[in-house]
């Protein structure tokens, strides 16, 4: 069965850096497009960042531009998010996501209920 993992969380202090790390299993990774979400206590998913299937685009929230970068290695199945100059408004649990079919042009790569799959999350905390 299709299984995401996601890894990297921890708690760091504010400026600082953590690179995520989302292995995927029992899919053709590079039929998927792949996405970043966080969820904070007490409030919805939202989305952070996403990428193409090739990784020739990527796509982030205005909260997380010029600080994350998403990145993908498809010969491992893996895409990874780095998080610098991180905010303690970052902490969140951070969810990894698979998109079979993606459409651009109207930011539904934004929308929780495009993908198909998800990780199960890993926390990260931003101390002040």
């Known amino acids: 069965q299709v299984q995401l993992v996601e890894s990297g969380g921890g708690l760091v202090q504010a400026g600082g850096s953590l690179r995520l790390s989302c292995a995927a299993s029992?899919?053709?990774?590079?039929?998927?497009?792949m996405g970043w979400f966080r969820q904070a206590p007490g409030k919805e998913r939202e989305f952070v960042a996403h990428i193409t299937q090739s990784g020739s685009m990527s796509y982030y929230a205005d909260s997380v531009k010029g600080r994350f970068t998403i990145s993908r290695d498809n010969p491992k199945n893996t895409v990874y998010l780095q998080m610098n100059s991180l905010k303690p408004e970052d902490t969140a649990v951070y969810y990894c996501?698979?998109?079979?079919?993606?459409?651009?042009?109207?930011?539904?790569?934004?929308?929780?209920?495009?993908?198909?799959?998800w990780g199960q999350g890993t926390q990260v905390t931003v101390s002040s």
């Open positions: 996501a698979a998109d079979r079919r993606p459409i651009y042009g109207d930011y539904s790569y934004s929308r929780p209920g495009r993908y198909d799959y």
């Open positions: 029992g899919l053709t990774f590079i039929n998927y497009a």
